[in-house]
C-alpha cells in the first residue's frame, strides 16, 4: 500500500530564513510525488512535482523539493521564508507499483513564519 | 483560480438527509477527483473517475456515491447523513489522471450536519 507521512504537524521559522518541510513516502513502485499548499478557506493549490529526472524540482513562489530515493524523502524547501508563506502544506505521492493510481495525501504541515 | 468549481459552497442539513455537491472541471479535463478533509481524519480520497468512468476507489463510505456525467461534470450524493459526515468536500479534476499529472483543486463544499 502507499502511504505519505509528514512528520511534523507544524513548522515555525522567521522571516528570511530558509525553510524545510519534511516528507517520506511508501510506495511499492516508482513514486511520483507532489507538494500542495492550502491557504484559510481555500482549495488546495499545486506548488511542484517530482516524475523523473532530475532529484532537485523547481515549482511556484520559490519553492523547490528535493527527491532523495535512498531516503524515501521528498522535502519542500524555500531559501527565505516570508510571512505570505503561512499556510498549511500537503505532500502527496502516486505509483505505479499498485492497481490503482490514488493520490494519496500526508497529514499536512502548518508552516508559521514569524516577522 | 484553479477552473475547478464547487456548488455549493456551504451546504447546511440534518442528520439522515441527502445532500448532492456538484463539481465542474476544468476544461478539457477528463478526470475527477473527490476528498474529504476533516480535523480528524486529514484530506481522505474518496474516489476518481476518469471520462465518466470510475478509475480508483478509496475510503468511500457505502452511502455515498458519485458519477461523472458525459459532460464531464461530476456530483457526490451523500446519504442518510451523519454528523461525523460534516467536513470540507473537495473536488479536483486532472487532464489524463495518469501518473505524471497534478490535480486541480475546487475550494470545496463545506458541509455541515446538525
Known amino acids: 500500500a502507499q502511504s505519505v507521512a509528514q512528520p511534523e504537524d507544524q513548522v515555525n521559522v522567521a522571516e528570511g530564513n530558509p525553510l524545510t518541510v519534511k516528507c517520506t513516502y511508501s510506495?511499492?513502485?516508482?513514486?511520483?510525488l507532489f507538494w500542495y499548499v492550502q491557504y484559510p478557506n481555500r482549495g488546495l493549490q499545486f506548488l511542484l512535482k517530482?516524475?523523473?529526472?532530475?532529484?532537485l524540482v523547481k515549482g511556484s513562489y520559490g519553492f523547490e523539493a528535493e527527491f532523495n530515493k535512498s531516503q524515501t524523502s521528498f522535502h519542500l524547501k524555500k531559501p527565505s521564508a516570508l510571512v505570505s508563506d503561512s499556510a498549511l502544506y500537503f505532500c502527496?505521492?502516486?505509483?505505479?507499483?499498485?492497481?490503482?493510481?490514488?493520490?494519496?495525501f500526508g497529514t499536512g504541515t502548518l508552516l508559521a513564519v514569524q516577522p | 483560480d484553479s477552473g475547478v468549481t464547487q456548488t455549493p459552497k456551504h451546504l447546511i442539513t440534518a442528520t439522515g438527509q441527502r445532500v448532492t455537491l456538484r463539481c465542474s472541471p476544468r476544461s478539457g479535463d477528463l478526470s475527477v477527483y473527490w476528498y474529504q478533509q476533516s480535523l480528524d481524519q486529514g484530506l481522505q480520497f474518496l474516489i476518481q473517475y476518469y471520462n465518466g468512468e470510475e478509475r480508483a476507489k478509496g475510503n468511500i463510505l457505502e452511502r455515498f456515491s458519485a458519477q461523472q456525467f458525459p459532460d464531464l461534470h461530476s456530483e457526490l450524493n451523500l446519504s442518510s447523513l451523519e454528523l461525523g459526515d460534516s467536513a470540507l468536500y473537495f473536488c479536483?479534476?486532472?487532464?489524463?489522471?495518469?501518473?505524471?499529472?497534478?490535480?486541480?483543486f475546487g475550494q470545496g463544499t463545506r458541509l455541515t450536519v446538525v
Open positions: 502527496a505521492v502516486r505509483t505505479d507499483g499498485g492497481a490503482t493510481n490514488k493520490l494519496i
Open positions: 517530482y516524475i523523473t529526472g532530475d532529484n
Open positions: 479536483a479534476s486532472s487532464t489524463t489522471g495518469t501518473m505524471n499529472t497534478e490535480a486541480f
Open positions: 510506495v511499492s513502485g516508482n513514486p511520483y
